[in-house]
């Protein structure tokens, strides 16, 4: 499966934008997704998931309440909302998919299969 990350751009703290990553090559209705931020000069980190059922959601403590991570099925697209941003939101925003992923791996960009190629998120202050 490939997936294409989009949807990053420069916003003001504040503000909102939403990232998405569409799949194509194979379905991945039933595939975990997560997506994971790196910054300049920082480790790759994760930030939210979505179980292979979709019925299970989860976030980083830094952007719990204010993101949320979404699924459309009929545009195989896995979708991430961003509110209240911040400066330290600040990075590249990859898309990872892997269809075999147990919970317990769920947060670990080195167990998924598939990545996008990033979008750039700039807010600033």
């Known amino acids: 499966v490939q997936l294409q990350a989009s949807g990053g751009g420069l916003v003001q703290a504040g503000g909102s934008l939403r990232l998405s990553c569409a799949a194509s090559g194979r379905t991945f209705s039933r595939y975990a997704v997560g997506w994971f931020r790196q910054s300049q000069g920082k480790e790759r980190e994760f930030v939210a998931a979505?179980?292979?059922?979709?019925?299970?959601?989860y976030y980083a403590d830094s952007v719990k309440g204010r993101f949320t991570i979404s699924r459309d099925n009929a545009k195989n697209t896995v979708y991430l909302r961003m509110n209240s941003l911040k400066p330290e939101d600040t990075a590249v925003y990859y898309c990872?998919?892997?269809?075999?992923?147990?919970?317990?791996?769920?947060?670990?960009?080195?167990?998924?299969?598939?990545w996008g190629q990033g979008t750039l998120v700039t807010v600033s202050s």
């Open positions: 979505l179980s292979r059922s979709g019925g299970n959601t």
């Open positions: 990872a998919a892997d269809p075999s992923l147990i919970t317990s791996s769920i947060t670990r960009g080195d167990d998924y299969d598939y």
